[in-house]
């Protein structure tokens, strides 16, 4: 049995993302049975060609009359009766524009993401008349008949016809703009919008946390096409962004009137502690961006790398950076120097939600789970930056 699963059977189980694919993942079931046949056609009369265990992962690629055609790992084929396989997994093309991903089988569940028409996705049950898919690693819900695909009707029960209520609303690409669309909102600090679908593309502007875009489209590799309040359109990555049902709500326009540009030419030099905290703060460029974390090396969000820069230093911080702000005097932003704390309102409930190190030559280290996704260093005359300033903190003194 190992040299036939070994040589004829592909029997790795490699689940898609539910995201643009250009082919099939391929259907999967599990031999639900112990001793069970696998034929060299679909007949009882036809010559057995192994035997396999229950728990034995096949590769489907057809049902017809009662009998699964498999693939083999050499490109043949092989039957078995579908009484004895239980289908994990199916393959499904999108047929409506635009598909809402659910958290839940509830139709007032969370949007987690959409997929539009012509995507292929992996589709690994029913349940309760909704379908269950692979979505960025989790379980997740896609409600009605908007998916096609030949093996579809197997899942949920051996040989049974899948099903599926009456198809939920979508949001066609035309109607972007109607009140009762899909939109998004940016979940990271700050992101960028970009002329083409990859990193190495144009940045058209950057945004703050809590801005929302219309959307235009999906693309492949987990990006959305959309659109901005003065109809800038580009490309985000989706990860960064919440899907969210209704009419997009107006973006707040934040008071420019502390936006000035800091002048760092007769800037002071920074007191030796300060230099010496900025260039161990500089070791962690790099460290990747976990909300709530505070391990320097592992990942931080950005009140925990400046909460524990500054406690390597015997240096206690609030926690947030809200509070950050009142654990020192404030400090004008024409009077910056290195070592000061710099804050900004990048959107939520809070008037300060970001918090960075400024070090001088008009920069700030700060983490973020923006496009740089970790601990960088930023220009603190950016536009993102000026649009979300809000003040700054001295926390150490002058010796």
């Known amino acids: 049995m190992a040299g036939f699963l070994r040589k004829s059977f592909s029997i790795g189980l490699a689940l898609a993302l539910c995201t643009a694919s250009s082919a099939f993942a391929a259907t999967k079931g599990k031999i639900n049975a112990d001793d069970v046949n696998i034929r060299t056609n679909a007949s009882t009369s036809s010559d057995v060609i192994k035997r396999l265990s229950s728990g034995v992962t096949v590769t489907v690629t057809e049902g017809k009359d009662g009998w699964y055609k498999l693939a083999t790992a050499t490109g043949g084929v092989a039957y078995v009766k579908q009484d004895f396989v239980t289908l994990t997994q199916a393959d499904a093309i999108v ?20 997929v539009s028409r012509g995507q292929t996705i992996t589709v690994t049950g029913v349940e ?33 016809k899948a099903q599926v209520p009456a198809p939920e609303s979508v949001v066609a690409a035309a109607d972007v703009e109607t009140d ?14 970009r002329e083409e679908a990859n990193t190495d593309s144009e940045v058209i502007d ?47 326009v934040y008071d420019n009137s502390r936006a000035s540009r800091v002048d760092y030419s007769n800037e002071a030099p ?28 592992s990942g931080v969000d950005c009140s925990g790398f400046i909460y524990s820069v500054y406690q390597d230093f015997g240096i206690t911080l609030d926690r947030r950076s809200r509070d950050q702000i009142n654990d020192g005097p404030r400090v004008a932003k024409e009077d910056l120097r290195p070592g000061d704390l710099v804050f900004f309102n990048t959107g939520g409930e809070s ?27 930023s220009d603190i005359n950016s536009d993102y930056a000026l649009n979300t300033y809000v003040g700054a903190a001295r926390i150490l003194d002058e010796n």
Request: with cysteine.
């Open 351 to 377: 008037e300060i939600s970001h918090v960075g190190m400024y070090i001088g030559n008009g920069e700030y280290i700060h983490s973020t789970n923006g496009a740089a996704n970790g601990v960088t260093i």
């Open 95 to 114: 047929e409506e524009e635009f598909v809402n991903i659910r958290a839940n089988a509830d139709i007032s569940s969370a949007v987690i993401g959409v």
């Open 270 to 297: 920074a007191t030796v502690k300060a230099d010496e905290m900025i260039n161990y703060a500089k070791k962690f460029i790099g460290t990747p961006y976990v909300y709530g974390g505070t391990s320097l090396t």
């Open 206 to 252: 950057c945004y703050p946390n809590g801005y929302t875009f219309d959307i235009v489209g999906i693309a492949d590799g987990g990006w959305v096409k959309v659109m901005d309040d003065s109809s800038n359109i580009g490309y985000v990555k989706a990860e960064f962004v919440d899907f969210k049902n209704g009419a997009k709500p107006d973006n707040t």
């Open 128 to 160: 309760n008349g909704w379908y269950t898919v692979l979505y960025n690693g989790q379980k997740a819900y896609i409600y009605g008949d908007d998916l096609t695909g030949g093996m579809l009707g197997f899942l949920g029960g051996a040989a049974s």
């Open 180 to 193: 009762n669309g899909v939109y998004v909102v940016v979940n990271s600090s700050s992101l960028n919008l």
